[in-house]
């Protein structure tokens, strides 16, 4: 069984819009009340089950009429997402209270699980659902996400979501059952890897291709979830829900492990998607960086971006991103400030300044 609730107090559950919804549009009822059937005994052995769940598009397309799955346009998925919401989470309902379970439904944006106050709501809004045995059903708010304020995919958001609830663990149901070293839809000689210990090694074994057409996922997706959920010391499971009763039934997957544990704030740091700007650093900082040191000026060499204190930056090394972490300063204070030692920082800036371009307590290596 993949995570059993004697190991896992919190699991968070994806399920790909392939899954949920046929190609005609109707809601794959009999697979979905399997799936709930698996939650419900996990549930009833003491497990906290959380599910984010895609398929709100496809579901209004078709009550629409909507060319291309309702993703045409922007306007096009916005006004599906609004009309398949409500029968999506009908159908959640439903079924989940034939198993004696009640139902919570929560639509969030990037926005929600990048800013940290909104965040740390929405972490306490699961806590409390969790706790009284109600199962949410989570989605990103399509109606009113545009590009620039969208998760893009549902993986990434179940990996933000575990985060925000303290899971120990993640699934991503999906129409494929794991990873491989190269797609198997093209390349018949691709093989199945079982284990993952670390991302890094398989960071460039994907494309963004969503195998069904329905969704917004691909495998690059995937891995892309695995990233935030690893670094937060969650592992994170690719399994197929191409078969019944997929949480119960032994089947192929890949698992991700966790390669360290971090503190919820530094894994907030170090899951975060939306950085501000960056800030690049030369080899000796970057290696300071990696000791658990805070990032001073002396060893910045340039950087990118219209941010200002308290902004969420990407740290960039000669061989690629090193860290993510809060700025300290103003990005035409940090300009200022570039290859200067501490003891010139007030002279140049003209007031009394903080030590660190980034301090080490809100900086997050990746």
């Not at 291309?68 to 009309?83: F, M």
């Not at 390669?259 to 939306?274: P, Q």
């Not at 690629?320 to 809060?326: D, K």
Request: hydrophobic content about 50%.
């Amino acid at each position: 069984m993949m995570f059993p609730p004697s190991s896992c107090p919190r699991l968070i559950v994806k399920i790909g819009s392939a899954l949920l919804v046929d190609p005609d549009g109707s809601v794959r009822r009999d697979w979905l009340a399997g799936l709930v059937a698996d939650i419900a005994a996990r549930t009833r052995a003491g497990q906290q089950v959380a599910i984010v769940s895609s398929g709100a598009i496809a579901l209004g397309a078709r009550r629409l009429g909507l060319a291309k799955g309702g993703r045409a346009s922007l306007e096009d998925a916005q006004a599906a997402a609004a009309t398949g919401q409500i029968a999506l989470s009908q159908v959640w309902a439903e079924l989940l209270a034939a198993q004696g379970l009640n139902a919570a439904q929560m639509l969030v944006t990037l926005d929600d699980l990048e800013d940290r106050r909104r965040y740390l709501n929405a972490a306490a809004t699961l806590n409390r659902l969790l706790s009284l045995g109600v199962v949410p059903v989570i989605n990103e708010n399509d109606s009113v996400a545009t590009a620039e304020i969208r998760f893009g995919d549902n993986d990434r958001l179940a990996a933000r979501v575990a985060q925000a609830a303290g899971a120990q663990g993640v699934v991503l149901l999906s129409d494929v059952d794991g990873l491989y070293t190269a797609n198997p839809h093209v390349d018949p000689a691709a093989a199945h890897i079982a284990d993952v210990p670390r991302i890094d090694a398989v960071a460039g074994m994907a494309d963004d291709g969503s195998g069904s057409g329905m969704g917004s996922g691909g495998m690059a997706s995937k891995i892309a979830a695995a990233r935030i959920a690893t670094a937060a010391g969650i592992p994170l499971v690719i399994a197929s829900g191409r078969i019944d009763h997929p949480l119960s039934t032994p089947a192929r997957h890949t698992i991700f492990s966790a390669e360290r544990t971090a503190s919820a704030r530094k894994a907030w740091l170090a899951g975060g998607l939306t950085a501000k700007g960056t800030i690049h650093v030369d080899a000796g900082a970057a290696a300071a960086l990696g000791q658990g040191r805070s990032l001073l000026a002396a060893g910045a060499t340039g950087l990118d971006g219209g941010f200002v204190r308290g902004d969420l930056v990407t740290i960039e090394g000669p061989a690629g991103t090193v860290a993510r972490g809060l700025a300290e300063y103003d990005a035409a204070d940090t300009a200022r400030l570039l290859g200067r030692h501490s003891d010139d920082h007030a002279a140049i800036l003209g007031y009394a300044p903080r030590s660190a371009l980034v301090h080490r307590n809100h900086l997050a290596l990746v």
